[in-house]
């Protein structure tokens, strides 16, 4: 098992900045695959963006290039999502979510991902 908590979320302007934070426990970190998805009021949960096992894969939805980035510190078991020039359409529930995964890949498919944290709401006001 793998829990995941999500921080940093909450209420900006547009074209603010916030980092989140994804605290991993329970299991290696380094042996997973992240990912982070977002869930706005009336819409399906939508991708955002992977990282690999190491690190060394990216991945984002084309909403994102460019404005977000995707890191992780396997020695703080921690995931990250930057984001930066914040829209109103980026407010969402953003939930960091875990695979166990042998390669170096990334996944951008919700199914793929065992492993969900509880989600942190991001607000950015117009």
């Known amino acids: 098992q793998v829990q995941l908590v999500e921080s940093g979320g909450g209420l900006v302007q547009t074209g603010a900045s916030l980092r989140l934070s994804c605290a991993a426990s329970?299991?290696?970190?380094?042996?997973?695959?992240t990912g982070w998805f977002r869930q706005a009021p009336g819409k399906e949960r939508e991708f955002v963006a992977s990282?690999?096992?190491?690190?060394?894969?990216?991945d984002y939805a084309d909403s994102v290039k460019g404005r977000f980035t995707i890191s992780r510190d396997n020695a703080k078991n921690t995931g990250y999502l930057q984001m930066n020039s914040l829209k109103p359409e980026d407010t969402a529930v953003y939930y960091c979510?875990?695979?166990?995964?042998?390669?170096?890949?990334?996944?951008?498919?919700?199914?793929?991902?065992?492993?969900w944290g509880q989600g942190t709401q991001v607000t950015v006001a117009s």
């Open positions: 979510a875990a695979r166990f995964s042998a390669l170096a890949t990334t996944y951008s498919l919700e199914s793929r991902y065992n492993y």
């Open positions: 990282v690999s096992r190491a690190g060394t894969k990216t």
């Open positions: 329970g299991r290696t970190f380094r042996d997973y695959a």
